[in-house]
């Protein structure tokens, strides 16, 4: 291991005392603050882009992603964000689409997925709705859901949206 210790300022002749601040394990990973445990050690960092599928729309006429995807995995706690538009069929029954993802989700739990918040805007008489949603997934096909309840769709239309979604992996 090397580790990396700061200590307070003292006197000539006095016992100097070492507080370790972070320590690079043999076996891989970084831990802070004296903490020797492999489990608690952060071995995993990782950030870039993807392409990723979006279909199977429901109520939605030509869902896209306008950019690439960013992700960011730390450990087994990843973060993507993404741009989408599309266009609402109709404004009386929900709406969704599927998008894949880049890491497998930790389990095939659809309520232990993660979380997401997804914000819209277009074309009606409010200049903007926010949108709450659960986003569903599987280890099955690293893909994922979104859900948009009818009562948050207050037109047919054009719109545009910005998702994130923090799952574990």
């Known amino acids: 291991d090397h580790r990396f210790s700061t200590a307070a300022s003292g006197s000539a002749g006095a016992a100097i005392t070492w507080s370790e601040k972070v320590r690079i394990q043999a076996a891989g990973g970084i831990s802070f603050n004296g903490d020797s445990a492999a489990a608690n050690a952060l071995d995993d960092y990782e950030e870039g882009t993807y392409t990723s599928t979006l279909d199977n729309a429901a109520n939605i006429n030509s869902i896209s992603s306008s950019a690439t995807i960013r ?99």
């Open 71 to 169: 992700y960011r995995k730390v450990g087994g706690l990843v973060h993507i964000e993404f741009d989408f538009s599309g266009s609402f069929t109709n404004n009386t029954s929900e709406a969704r689409f599927r998008f894949t993802v880049p890491f497998n989700f930790a389990t095939t739990s659809p309520s232990a997925c993660g979380m997401a918040a997804i914000i819209m805007s277009g074309t009606f008489n409010q200049s903007r709705f926010t949108n709450a949603q659960v986003f569903q997934g599987t280890t099955a096909n690293s893909s994922t859901y979104v859900y948009i309840s009818a009562s948050q769709i207050p037109y047919s239309g054009a719109f545009t949206g910005r998702a994130t979604l923090t799952y574990a992996a």
